[in-house]
């Protein structure tokens, strides 16, 4: 074992600066870390400034995760994660550096959450971060900050610099709905949804910091986290974040929220509404395409019809110009991921999926990755023509597949070229590029590129073909012969051809509009006013623009009007060096294993008017920089038997991907478990998503005399309108193996959800079965306070959720948000040995609320359940729980009985 762990982690290496320590995986990590700490000691003063804290040797892990762009910072346990795969579209895209938008959004939160001062740095300083008062705010406010802090370091950089939340709070203002502060707090299951929190409260700490002045934003900081009353702001933030903001910009948040309406609507007084809209509206429509009398377009959008259940629908759409008639030709679990292209009417498009191999712990070893697929738009029969990690595509006149990847060893693109449906193919490299190459298209005798060079945005590049034809293997590739036709610190993308006019988007001046360029005498010329991903069909434009509730595809008889070519002013990348640092190891990992949580524990009895405890300790939690090791301890005395007992778990992901966790406790019972994972397969496509198959050893009872084994299977099938998740597992008791009893248990669980556009059903079924004489103790159905102890049994669910009506609304003081109302009528059956039969039938109405204005709210499910039963008995309870855990909160009701028993 030790050697394993050797080889494991021989490979984590990490630089330490005086404000950082980056962890990577050598050999290949070690540029991008030299980089990444390069950008962060330059910006650290500079953030430290901003947000009124400081903090050292702050652990930053960078993994990779393949096709995937995130970051994530863990103030509780002090660590930032980034996963830097440099976007091609969306907002995120608009980076010069993409470390440094990640790096600095990212270690914004850890210098805004972990602030504290006067009674609360006092209290942080004995039960860790966690007690941080700067913790307990909404998440607009969060991300609003952390989004300025990204934006702030270039124009040319940024979300608030981008131009997409600016179009969407246009569409707000203009439309009269503009979001309430509840709405932002609460993140309602509609448009813009989790995005909300990062377009709302950027826009409006923004406004603040333009309006009372950037330095601002520290003194409200500090000022929060010294507050004591920060502890009871989630509940009533008029005592917590609004008199904060009273004493800092002299009005609360509810105020300064209707004074940043008022200037929105100030500015977009003259906002219009697009051209004729041709689509239904979504969340997301991308990547229009016009072929053959047809458009065809990728739309996603997100839908409820259960308790706080929201799924996601990826979906490939044909539509007819002239009747606007629809047809789904996709549906998937999965993403889109580029453009559509068609080739002699064969249909392609990219999607996402998973493989292991990838250098990271946060996912257990997996990555996302690419698939081309194409479909025959006659026949229907579809096909993948190659996974790989494609950023780009296109296909040749001939056929022939030329697509874009990433370098593995520096910035930039290799182009390949890839002849399908030839046995044994294999993709030729045509060339290496600087450049990262975001977008191909390719006509008869030129390929369109978007693409940028590093610490820039993509821009419009030209390749001749024929430059293609002669290119074989690297040597040739040395050479770069991208020709550049628009080159701006803004953004030139979403690429589509109509005759000699090369249509794009571009966002100038942070404002996104339409834009032709002819590239037959290279003039310029701007087509329409906002929107993005021009096609132009039957001289109409077809382009995608943003309403209140989503996105959808609009139609306009405007023309191209001729514009000069933009000059913008020059923004110096700069110039950075890199600090002192020195070189560390896996050892730097354990050592940020100590405790980060610490907490008292008291149970006690309460009897009338007096109170008797029964146990009083206190508990801790770490969890190393990587993420491969995380443990709790719990210490408690028990007054009763004047012993002291413990509650120990210990998890640790180094043998990635097997998940290996241990447990220990003493307290009310004994026992001793180890317990195995390991995914046999996962995928997030249509199909099997996953398989994994497990084991766990438990000794028990109080001298630790029994011994069980309990291997177990799990499967998952999942598709866009229904998924099926399977469980079995066998417990085995042996005196052959050092137990004491000889038992055998099988247990297995089979649910099935499927959904409708206006509802969802469910059906779970349970079996259980006990050999040797053993009995289960089986849950009670709902209509019955107890389950029957049977040696067998089958306990059938069956329950169908419909929304009846979105109430989405909600106050900020006190902190409540009221979302959806669903009625679940439900039959439940109860099949056991020895002729035990129990059935009841009934219906629940359940009350989505959000309730305290931390991150995006508590969720509460508030319920009212009616059941009558075999018996006849009648059950009235009314309850609340909640989904982040098992069991009520709160449950009170009672059973009539029919009077003649």
Not at 16 to 30: C, L, N, V
Not at 418 to 424: A, C, L, P
Not at 701 to 726: G, K, M, N, Y
């Amino acid at each position: 074992m030790f050697l394993l762990t050797f080889s494991l982690f021989a490979e984590w290496r990490t630089l330490k600066s005086q404000g950082f320590t980056i962890f990577y995986q050598a050999p290949e990590g070690e540029k991008k870390a030299l980089e990444v700490i390069k950008i962060l000691e330059y910006h650290h003063s500079g953030m430290e400034s901003l947000l009124g804290n400081s903090l050292k040797r702050t652990p930053v892990v960078l993994e990779d995760l393949g096709a995937f762009t995130n970051g994530l910072a863990d103030p509780v346990f002090n660590s930032i994660h980034l996963f830097p795969y440099p976007p091609s579209t969306g907002a995120l895209s608009f980076a010069e550096n993409s470390w440094t938008q990640l790096g600095i959004h990212e270690y914004a939160h850890m210098l805004h959450l972990t602030a504290a001062g006067g009674v609360p740095a006092f209290i942080t300083s004995i039960f860790g971060n966690i007690a941080a008062p700067n913790l307990l705010a909404p998440l607009w406010l969060m991300e609003g900050i952390a989004v300025y802090a990204e934006s702030r370091l270039s124009e040319y950089s940024g979300r608030l610099n981008e131009g997409a939340f600016s179009a969407y709070m246009a569409a707000r203002t203009g439309e009269y709905r503009f979001p309430s502060l509840a709405e932002a707090t609460f993140e309602p299951a509609s448009y813009p949804g989790s995005r909300g929190a990062y377009l709302f409260g950027a826009k409006f700490i923004d406004y603040l910091l333009r309006t009372y002045g950037e330095d601002k934003l520290a003194l409200f900081i500090n000022q929060y986290g010294a507050s004591p009353l920060a502890y009871i702001s989630p509940l009533i933030p008029a005592l917590g974040l609004d008199r904060t903001a009273k004493r800092v910009f002299g009005k609360s948040f509810h105020r300064l929220w209707r004074d940043w309406q008022r200037s929105e609507e100030i500015i977009f007084i003259d906002y219009k509404k697009q051209g004729k809209q041709v689509t239904p509206v979504f969340w997301e429509i991308e990547n229009p395409l016009v072929h053959n009398g047809k458009l065809y377009y990728q739309r996603s959008y997100a839908l409820k019809t259960s308790v706080f259940d929201r799924q996601w629908h990826y979906e490939l759409v044909e539509q007819d110009l002239d009747s606007c008639k629809t047809k789904k030709l996709v549906s998937s679990t999965s993403p889109f991921s580029g453009p559509l292209r068609i080739h002699r009417d064969k249909l392609y498009y990219l999607d996402l999926g998973i493989e292991t191999g990838f250098a990271n712990i946060w996912y257990r070893g997996y990555g996302f990755t690419t698939r081309l697929h194409q479909l025959d738009l006659k026949s229907g029969k579809e096909k993948v023509v190659l996974k790989e990690q494609i950023r780009a595509f296109d296909l040749l006149p001939g056929g022939e597949v030329i697509y874009a990847r990433d370098r593995a060893a520096a910035f930039g693109s290799e182009l390949y070229l890839f002849e399908q449906g030839r046995k044994g193919s294999e993709p030729q490299l045509l060339l290496e590029s600087e450049l990262l190459i975001g977008e191909i298209l390719a006509a008869s005798e030129h390929i369109y590129l978007s693409a940028r060079r590093d610490c820039q945005n993509f821009s419009l590049y030209s390749l001749e073909a024929a430059d293609l034809q002669n290119r074989e293997g690297t040597e040739k590739a040395a050479a770069d012969p991208l020709i550049p036709l628009i080159e701006t610190p803004y953004r030139e993308s979403a690429l589509s051809l109509y005759k000699d006019l090369l249509l794009f988007s571009a966002n100038y001046w942070g404002e996104y509009s339409l834009y032709g360029y002819n590239t037959q005498n290279r003039e310029l010329y701007r087509l329409h006013e906002g929107g993005y991903s021009p096609v132009i069909a039957d001289e109409e434009l077809y382009y995608v623009a943003v309403s209140s509730d989503g996105k959808a595809l609009y139609r306009t008889e405007s023309w191209p009007e001729r514009t000069s070519f933009l000059e913008f002013p020059a923004q110096e990348a700069p110039q950075m060096e890199l600090p002192e640092i020195k070189r560390g190891g896996y050892l730097d990992s354990l050592a940020t294993l100590l405790p980060r949580v610490r907490y008292p524990l008291l149970a006690a009895e309460i009897t009338g008017d007096s109170m008797q405890v029964m146990r009083a300790g206190a508990g801790i939690m770490g969890i190393s920089a990587l993420g491969d090791i995380q443990y709790l301890l719990e210490t408690l005395y028990n007054f009763n038997d004047q012993v002291t007992e413990i509650d120990l778990s210990l998890e640790t992901k180094i043998f990635n991907p097997l998940l290996l966790s241990f447990a220990l406790t003493t307290v009310e019972e004994y026992s001793l478990e180890s317990r195995l994972e390991f995914p046999l397969y996962r995928s997030i496509n249509n199909g099997l998503g996953e398989l994994a198959a497990g084991a766990a050893a438990t000794c028990f009872e109080t001298d630790f005399s029994r011994l069980s084994f309990t291997p177990f299977l799990f499967s998952a099938l999942q598709f866009p309108w229904t998924s099926v998740d399977l469980w079995f597992q066998s417990t085995l008791e042996r005196r052959d193996f050092g137990s004491s009893e000889d038992l055998t248990g099988f247990f297995s669980d089979l649910r099935i959800s499927r959904r409708f556009t206006v509802a969802a059903a469910g059906i779970d079924c349970s079996w259980y079965y006990a050999l040797d004489r053993a009995r289960w103790q089986l849950p009670p159905i709902r209509g019955y306070l107890q389950g029957p102890l049977s040696q067998s049994a089958v306990l059938f669910s069956l329950d169908l959720s419909l929304p009846i009506f979105k109430l989405r609304g909600g106050l900020w003081n006190p902190s409540i948000y009221f979302e959806d109302i669903f009625l679940v009528p439900f039959f439940d059956i109860c099949l056991a040995g020895e002729r035990q039969v129990r059935y009841s039938m009934g219906a629940e109405i359940h009350l989505e609320i959000k309730a305290l204005s931390v991150s995006t709210g508590l969720p509460l499910d508030g319920y009212l359940s009616f059941a009558v039963n075999r018996e006849e008995e009648i059950s009235i309870f009314l309850g609340l729980k909640s989904p982040l855990s098992a069991g009520d909160i709160f449950r009170q009701g009672q059973t009539l009985v029919p009077a003649n028993r």
